[in-house]
């Protein structure tokens, strides 16, 4: 079945710091493909996405390019923010069905 | 604008109550979808309503029931409530209809956090 992986959190960074975020997929096809991000208290909020191959979604500083060869969707950014604290959720959908299939998420903590 | 708005925010039940779950979107999107939130398990379908008049099954339906009112309103119902349904549940929308090529994004809730005893 389809499936994403995302890495294990936490992932603890100072402020500045470079942040990857990995994430891989397991589908059948050309998926789309999705960041989200939950904020403390909050519902998620689209980051950023790509539709197809080699495409570079980007958002706040953030970017992730999509790998069909890997089947991947890195999250980065060259310097996270003590504001950027939160959790991001990596996410697939097929065009024709609408039902996102979601990673288990990664908790990002980023001190002063 | 609010987007999706739900009610409540908490909730704490008994095992065997029943409770309805509202949701409402204002950006006349087609489609709508309630989610639960569980650690360590990300998001996990539960309905969806594909367009006004259409309710479908996700990943985990049971124990729960759903009714499309109108186009802008998709209520979650939990019949018994037993503990194993305590989770962070998640109203979305978006634009499409499920015609074929339909990416939209979807637009989240705040959340509804549920407590069984």
């Given at each position: 079945?389809?499936s994403?992986?995302?890495?294990e959190?936490p992932?603890?960074?100072?402020?500045e710091a470079?942040l990857?975020?990995?994430?891989?997929?397991?589908?059948?096809?050309?998926?789309?493909?999705f960041?989200?991000?939950q904020y403390?208290?909050?519902?998620?909020?689209?980051?950023?996405?790509?539709?197809?191959?080699d495409?570079?979604?980007?958002?706040?500083?953030?970017?992730?390019?999509y790998?069909?060869e890997t089947?991947?969707?890195?999250?980065e950014?060259?310097?996270?923010?003590v504001?950027?604290?939160?959790?991001?959720f990596?996410?697939l959908?097929?065009?024709?069905f609408?039902k996102?299939?979601?990673?288990?998420?990664?908790?990002?903590?980023?001190?002063p | 604008?609010?987007?999706v708005?739900?009610?409540?925010?908490?909730?704490?039940?008994?095992?065997?109550?029943?409770?309805?779950?509202?949701?409402?979107?204002d950006m006349?999107?087609?489609?709508?979808?309630?989610?639960?939130q569980?650690?360590?398990?990300?998001l996990?379908?539960?309905?969806?309503s594909?367009?006004?008049?259409?309710?479908?099954?996700?990943?985990?339906?049971n124990?729960y029931?759903?009714?499309?009112?109108?186009k802008?309103?998709?209520?979650?119902?939990?019949?018994?409530?037993a503990?194993?349904?305590?989770?962070v549940?998640?109203?979305?929308?978006?634009?499409?209809?499920?015609?074929?090529?339909g990416?939209?994004?979807?637009?989240?809730?705040?959340?509804?956090?549920?407590?069984?005893?």
């Amino acid at each position: 079945g389809n499936s994403v992986t995302q890495m294990e959190g936490p992932v603890t960074l100072s402020e500045e710091a470079f942040l990857t975020i990995n994430c891989t997929y397991t589908a059948t096809g050309y998926p789309s493909l999705f960041w989200y991000v939950q904020y403390p208290g909050e519902g998620l909020q689209l980051l950023l996405k790509a539709t197809k191959a080699d495409d570079k979604g980007s958002n706040k500083g953030f970017e992730a390019t999509y790998r069909k060869e890997t089947t991947s969707f890195h999250l980065e950014k060259g310097s996270v923010q003590v504001s950027d604290s939160a959790v991001y959720f990596c996410a697939l959908v097929f065009p024709g069905f609408q039902k996102l299939v979601f990673g288990t998420g990664t908790r990002l903590l980023v001190s002063p | 604008n609010a987007g999706v708005t739900q009610t409540p925010k908490f909730q704490v039940l008994k095992t065997g109550q029943s409770m309805t779950l509202q949701c409402a979107q204002d950006m006349n999107h087609n489609s709508m979808y309630w989610y639960r939130q569980d650690p360590g398990m990300g998001l996990r379908l539960i309905y969806y309503s594909a367009s006004e008049g259409t309710t479908d099954k996700g990943e985990v339906p049971n124990g729960y029931n759903v009714s499309r009112l109108n186009k802008r309103e998709f209520s979650l119902r939990l019949e018994s409530a037993a503990p194993s349904q305590t989770s962070v549940y998640f109203c979305a929308s978006s634009g499409t209809s499920g015609r074929a090529g339909g990416t939209d994004t979807q637009y989240f809730g705040p959340g509804t956090r549920l407590t069984v005893l």
